[in-house]
């Protein structure tokens, strides 16, 4: 009988436990959303650099695949190992128009 009893004590502050912990985590939520509301809106900022991973999802390659275009890219500008290569510099290079590919990382963001 004794141990029916604790059983059902652990059960019972097992329960207590969970519903003050959703409190906090609904309180806190309030709190985040409220300073994001009285904050200022922030300036929307274009990327001028494309990475290997926007590459892969633009033209559907690899992402080795995509490392080995940026470097190809980067030799033939004449720039170092670890330099960027610009969105235009890119979008010249496949052949593509520069707001095509801003287009797609502009979609590729959102998702």
Known sequence: MAKKKRIA????AQVKK???AT?????GKKKKTAKKASASPQPVTQRLVIHT????????????TAQRLLQTI????GRKKKDYV????????????EDEVKQ????????
Not at 9 to 12: E, H, L, P, Q, S
Not at 74 to 77: G, I, V
Not at 86 to 97: G, P, Q, W
Not at 104 to 111: K, M, P, V
């Open 23 to 27: 409190k906090k985590k609904t309180a």
């Open 18 to 20: 969970k519903a003050i």
């Open 53 to 64: 991973n926007d590459i892969t999802k633009i033209l559907g390659i690899n992402i080795r």
């Open 74 to 77: 980067r030799e033939e500008l």
């Open 9 to 12: 004590a652990k059960k019972t």
């Open 86 to 97: 610009s969105i235009k510099e890119f979008a010249d290079y496949v052949h593509l128009t």
């Open 104 to 111: 797609n990382l502009s979609e590729l963001s959102l998702n």
